[in-house]
């Protein structure tokens, strides 16, 4: 059973617009969280994080949101360009179980 | 500045053929992982080690092995390959799940005919 879900596979956004890419977890031993985004051909590339001892992390462009209550996280891009298309994976990780754990993905589409 | 390494980037196997995928890191991270990627499951860890020396089963173990040869690098082997199998395998390597991200390589994709 999938652990860190996300439940929705794609996400169309305007160019300049916000972008909000959603994230469920189901396990409450894990505590910290990471987005990572990944172009065709590449491995995936760590974007941003956050521990469990906050709710909200911002660099640049990107924020993550954390909602322990709910067991959930998202991602928010503003503003959202073309060259942020592309898939993006949540994570979740805890120091007691030494790995990651990995949702299915989004594929973002920012239209120019 | 390498990173992690994968070999092969592309492989094509026939079924029953076995196999190593090499990784290697030269971030000194304790950690390492083996991933694969397949459409709709996103990333499953199919085993890890956590330190030198250490290794453990993740989601889907069956059908591989793996060796963590030293600090550096840490291969994953398929005995006995089958077409279930195909699929674009990542290896990782982390500081330490929990306080720190992990570092992919670029991934080999294999396909079993």
């Known amino acids: 059973d999938q652990q860190v879900k996300q439940n929705s596979p794609s996400l169309s956004v305007q160019e300049g617009r916000i972008s909000i890419l959603n994230c469920d977890y189901t396990?409450?031993?894990?505590?910290?969280f990471l987005w990572y985004k990944k172009y065709p051909a590449e491995g995936p590339t760590f974007l941003i994080s956050?521990?469990?001892?906050?709710d909200k992390n911002e660099d640049g462009r990107f924020t993550v949101f954390l909602n322990k209550s709910a067991k959930h996280l998202s991602l928010h891009i503003v503003p959202s360009q073309p060259g942020d298309s592309a898939v993006y994976f949540c994570?979740?990780?805890?120091?007691?179980?030494?790995?990651?754990?990995f949702g299915s993905g989004t594929k973002l589409n920012v239209k120019p | 500045n390498a990173g992690v390494t994968q070999t092969p980037k592309f492989q094509v196997l026939k079924t029953g053929q076995s196999m190593t995928l090499q990784c290697a890191q030269d971030?000194?991270?304790?950690?390492m992982y083996w991933y694969r990627q397949d459409p709709g499951m996103g990333l499953r860890l199919i085993y890890y080690?956590?330190?030198?020396?250490?290794?453990d089963k993740g989601e889907v173990p069956n059908g591989y092995n793996v060796s963590r040869l030293n600090k550096r690098e840490f291969s994953l082997r398929l005995e006995s390959a089958a077409p279930s199998q195909t699929s674009v395998y990542f290896c990782?390597?982390?500081?330490?799940?929990?306080?720190?991200?992990?570092?992919f390589g670029q991934g080999t994709r294999l396909t079993v005919v």
């Open positions: 396990n409450s031993m894990f505590d910290y």
């Open positions: 080690s956590a330190s030198e020396g250490t290794t």
């Open positions: 971030m000194n991270h304790n950690s």
């Open positions: 956050i521990s469990s001892i906050k």
């Open positions: 994570a979740a990780s805890s120091y007691n179980f030494n790995k990651f754990y």
């Open positions: 990782a390597s982390s500081d330490g799940a929990g306080v720190t991200e992990a570092f």
